[in-house]
């Protein structure tokens, strides 16, 4: 071992009877950084703001003197299976031969269960491309009508949800963006066959939706993100266990601290 307080040979001397090279003996090896903290910290802020991606969490950790590029920012990101939400398949298509209806929320007072229903497609990312999930919520009550999971974004799977959703109520009201599965004429023949009037967003105005919208959140939130679907069939399952969870045993502050099915069925 070199000894650097030696008083007859110097170190120089100390490496060359030692083999060993001068750059080591001056190396002072730096602390491991805790990759945990920051990991920590890029966790807090992704669920404050999904939508930040990995440029902005580097800028913001190092307004927070972290001091990290953006390389140890997308590697922990991607360790930890956080990405940016923001949308990737276009899952609200439009069909400019479909007629377009009004939206008839603006203004309105919803004051009880099966005054308004509201519908819409998110993604579900998978190993291999996505899922999609559509679901059929009661504005009023936020209870989980039904919904349906699929690897194709046809009209079929959308009415297939809405058809099992009237075996348990009906609405006066339904709202749809206008993608092209809700103004088709399949899917407006069955809302207005039932005496449901028919609502859609505005163009672009995803927060003429916001109900459903923010159901799309909780479940990302909360549960989606958490887990790592290898199969569709488990994804279905899991997505299946968290709604029964949503609908029958988690608390809304919104609704007295009551779950949606004490609201809908109450």
């Given at each position: 071992m070199v000894d650097e307080g030696h008083?007859?040979?110097?170190?120089?001397?100390?490496?060359?009877?030692l083999n060993?090279?001068?750059?080591?003996?001056?190396y002072k090896a730096m602390?491991?950084?805790n990759d945990s903290l920051?990991?920590?910290?890029?966790?807090?802020?992704?669920l404050e703001m999904p939508f930040y991606g990995y440029r902005k969490l580097t800028a913001e950790l190092n307004r927070r003197s972290h001091g990290v590029n953006h390389k140890k920012v997308l590697r922990l990101m991607r360790e930890m299976n956080v990405q940016a939400l923001y949308p990737r398949p276009n899952t609200s298509r439009h069909n400019p031969n479909n007629k377009i209806y009004p939206y008839l929320l603006r203004g309105l007072e919803i004051i009880y269960p099966n005054q308004v229903w509201s519908t819409d497609i998110t993604y579900i990312k998978m190993p291999e491309g996505f899922m999609y999930l559509v679901g059929l919520i009661d504005v009023?009550?936020?209870y989980m009508l039904s919904w349906k999971f699929s690897n194709t974004l046809d009209t079929e799977f959308c009415l297939d949800?809405?058809?099992e959703g009237l075996g348990r109520g009906k609405p006066e009201i339904l709202n749809t963006d206008q993608g092209c599965q809700f103004t088709s004429n399949a899917w407006i023949e069955c809302v207005e066959s039932n005496a449901i009037k028919v609502s859609m967003d505005g163009r672009g105005r995803w927060a003429d939706n916001v109900f459903i919208e923010r159901f799309w959140r909780t479940i990302k939130h909360e549960h989606v993100l958490l887990h790592d679907y290898k199969t569709a069939g488990e994804?279905?399952?899991?997505?299946?266990?968290?709604?029964?969870i949503y609908n029958h045993k988690r608390l809304h502050q919104s609704l007295g601290y009551k779950t949606p099915a004490e609201i809908y069925w109450g």
């Open positions: 008083d007859q040979l110097s170190i120089r001397k100390q490496c060359e009877l060993l090279n001068r750059s080591n003996v001056y602390p491991p950084r920051i990991a920590n910290e890029i966790h807090e802020m992704w009023y009550s936020r949800m809405l058809k994804a279905r399952e899991s997505i299946k266990h968290f709604i029964d």
